[in-house]
């Protein structure tokens, strides 16, 4: 049978999965900042013990060259890895947040009729998560951030600007939530043709979130109030056909998006 006779027998393809952008970007953090590296001290390496073994049975030339190549890559090769290895971290921290709110989005919110999408790559960002369901469309931006083994854990919103024990995030969430709620919320007009509604979310997963304003245009929650924030909204109620409606151009764009990337 010819390619051309030929196609794949997956009809419903798989959409991608929580988290899936962070870990392409963890192990493309490797490919990028440290193979070049290791390759050269294993080049470098073989060539200075082929030296070395010319120089132990009388045979020119003298391996120092080689040697000095050798120390030069390998203390290269250890900056890369000592700077790599901080990002490597907070890129993981931050797949295993956006799995396990994935996963608890799932648990809870499918029982109460919502369809949750995971990881919607735009051009340069991503979306972590969104939800549709009887309330609404929900736009999700997680920011999982390590905890202190002693004292308070607690993140502040005043309805402008977000703390995170006090400290403000060197990216504005609130600003970045709302661009990527305007972002899904053009997306399904461009795909629908009619205009909806976007609840931009920043989630704070384990953390104790205080907002001092109420009624705020981005919500900042952890991630045992999504829930019930999702269920109680009434602002943006959908018709199980427009659930559907949005559920099918969002699947169909993940789709297209990812065979595109391919």
Not at 179 to 195: H, Y
Not at 217 to 232: C, E, M, S, Y
Request: aromatic letters at 10%.
């Amino acid at each position: 049978m010819t390619k051309r006779e030929s196609k794949s027998p997956i009809k419903n393809l798989p959409v991608r999965q929580p988290g899936q952008s962070t870990r392409e970007r963890f192990a493309a953090l490797f490919d990028d900042e440290i193979m070049p590296y290791f390759l050269a001290v294993v080049v470098t390496f073989s060539m200075a013990l082929w030296e070395w073994a010319r120089y132990s049975i009388k045979s020119p030339p003298q391996p120092w060259t080689m040697t000095i190549l050798l120390v030069v890559a390998v203390l290269v090769l250890i900056i890369r890895i000592r700077k790599t290895i901080p990002l490597a971290r907070q890129l993981k921290l931050g797949a295993i947040g956006e799995e396990a709110v994935g996963q608890f989005l799932d648990e809870k919110l499918r029982p109460m009729g919502c369809q949750v999408f995971h990881d919607i790559l735009g051009e340069s960002f991503n979306v972590d998560h969104i939800v549709v369901g009887p309330t609404g469309v929900f736009a999700i931006e997680t920011k999982t951030h390590s905890k202190p083994l002693k004292g308070l854990c607690n993140v502040k919103y005043d309805g402008v600007n977000i703390a995170v024990n006090g400290a403000t995030p060197d990216r504005d969430p609130v600003v970045q939530a709302k661009a990527e709620a305007k972002w899904v919320s053009d997306l399904l007009e461009q795909s629908t043709g009619r205009r909806f509604f976007v609840q931009p979310i920043v989630l704070y997963p384990g953390w104790y979130v205080e907002t001092t304003k109420p009624n705020v245009d981005v919500w900042v929650l952890n991630d045992q109030a999504v829930p019930t924030f999702i269920k109680n909204t009434r602002n943006h109620q959908l018709s199980p056909e427009d659930i559907s409606l949005i559920s099918f151009h969002l699947k169909r764009y993940v789709i297209s998006r990812d065979q595109q990337a391919k």
